[in-house]
């Protein structure tokens, strides 16, 4: 096993954007990933270009964009709020993480099959589902540490983790099966309505079932590529951003300075000085301390905190090091977020700060090989504005409407996996706030 493992800016751009075509996920990547072999995730060259003008086609519909939008603002407002309502009123203490994750399942799952699979609920309903991605992204993680040969025959003998993962890959495609069967179940039911038949297709998957080149395996991989995509990306950068506050008050209290124009004007329609004010995600677009805060979170917990590039041929990188063909190459993006040289004597802070301009009125341009959370180059991510969207709607109606508090001596630290979630879960207590 060779590695090549780089923090370096200047070698980012040369891997991502430069050279590209020299470093691509490879065969291995594939393997590695195999529950979304096939999808854009794990694809290279034409193949990526053709899923990438597919992906890009639907995503920036209009009519999708609204419900996107729409699934997000009524999360919020008839999931997030009332359980963290009544979380104050019990003063209960809960796992923050494990709310994150059912928020940003949800406003995952409902645009892509059309069908809300309703975890944010006062019901709380059983996890499997999300357990298994979380199993389907812990166990890749060992298999990047070991030969190939070693994870291959343990899955072929069905034992250690990759019974794990066997079991967990199983739990999945029979969710994307039973979401796909509910829907076509709905576009039957619909269909039987004069004027409806329009609305029945507005969906993801919708775009994806009767075309020939996603045949079942491919479809259900595209399908989980999306949910993976959507949920770890908000809901592990929600459950970063809260911790962060706790640690720094200063910046919920800028946070909710921002917001007080909007919410004063909201005032007049609420029904009393102490009832829920609601932001939606268009009247919170441009606040940009907010994205500020967002992003340096993202900065010092990206949400896949390593990326993983194949070398075609023999390369001499910017920083004068030589890779040969067969190396697979690796790049911390955490390491870099910690990094002086990258982003100075206060690297390791938490200050927002950092992406305003002098006067604090707009966002700096931070390149992309510096700041690597949403890829760089050709395969830059093309649901970033959808993910900051879902970031910033959940951070705004919660911020305002509600103290945070970290319980007391609860460990917190990231757990071993492809995706940088918390080992031990972010408990913590709310108090409903009042001006």
């Not at 004027?195 to 775009?207: H, M, N, T, V, Y």
């Amino acid at each position: 096993m060779q590695f090549f493992i780089t923090s370096d800016p200047q070698n980012v751009r040369h891997i991502f954007t430069s050279n590209h075509a020299n470093y691509p996920k490879g065969e291995e990547f594939a393997e590695i990933f195999d529950i979304m072999r096939g999808s854009l995730f794990t694809v290279d060259g034409e193949s990526c270009r053709r899923h990438r003008a597919k992906v890009q086609s639907i995503i920036c519909n209009p009519q999708m964009l609204g419900l996107i939008t729409s699934t997000c603002r009524d999360k919020v407002e008839k999931g997030l709020l009332p359980f963290l309502t009544h979380m104050a009123n019990t003063e209960t203490a809960f796992d923050m993480q494990q709310l994150n994750t059912r928020y940003s399942f949800d406003v995952t799952a409902t645009p892509v099959f059309g069908v809300d699979p309703g975890l944010l609920s006062t019901a709380m309903p059983p996890l499997h589902t999300t357990d298994a991605m979380d199993t389907a992204l812990e166990v890749p993680f060992f298999r990047h540490t070991m030969p190939a040969l070693c994870w291959k025959v343990m899955r072929r003998l069905n034992i250690g983790p990759e019974k794990r993962l066997a079991t967990a890959q199983k739990v999945l495609r029979e969710f994307v099966v039973k979401m796909i069967e509910t829907r076509k179940a709905h576009h039957r039911a619909v269909d039987q309505e004069e004027g409806e038949e329009a609305d029945a297709s507005l969906d993801i998957q919708s775009s994806y079932i009767n075309d020939p080149d996603y045949a079942d395996e491919v479809l259900h991989a595209t399908l989980i590529n999306y949910l993976v995509a959507g949920r770890d990306t908000v809901g592990t950068g929600l459950s970063w951003f809260w911790y962060n506050i706790t640690r720094n008050p200063s910046v919920l209290l800028t946070i909710r300075k921002e917001l007080a124009p909007i919410a004063s004007r909201k005032a007049a329609a609420t029904k009393g000085p102490n009832a829920m004010v609601t932001f939606d995600p268009e009247e919170i677009k441009e606040l940009v301390y907010l994205q500020a805060a967002v992003f340096e979170t993202l900065r010092l917990y990206p949400p896949a905190p390593i990326e993983r590039k194949a070398v075609l041929h023999d390369d001499i990188m910017p920083s004068g090091h030589g890779v040969r063909a067969g190396d697979t190459v690796l790049i911390s993006l955490y390491a870099m977020a910690r990094m002086e040289p990258v982003w100075g004597d206060d690297c390791q802070e938490y200050r927002p700060e950092r992406w305003l301009s002098d006067d604090g009125s707009k966002l700096q341009y931070v390149p992309s090989h510096k700041f690597l959370t949403f890829s760089s180059g050709p395969r830059m991510c093309l649901g970033k504005d959808i993910g900051v969207m879902q970031l910033k709607t959940a951070v705004a109606n919660v911020a305002w409407n509600f103290d945070v508090e970290l319980v007391e001596r609860h460990p917190v630290e990231p757990k071993l996996s492809c995706i940088l979630q918390m080992k031990n879960g972010l408990m913590m207590k709310v108090k409903k706030r009042v001006e």
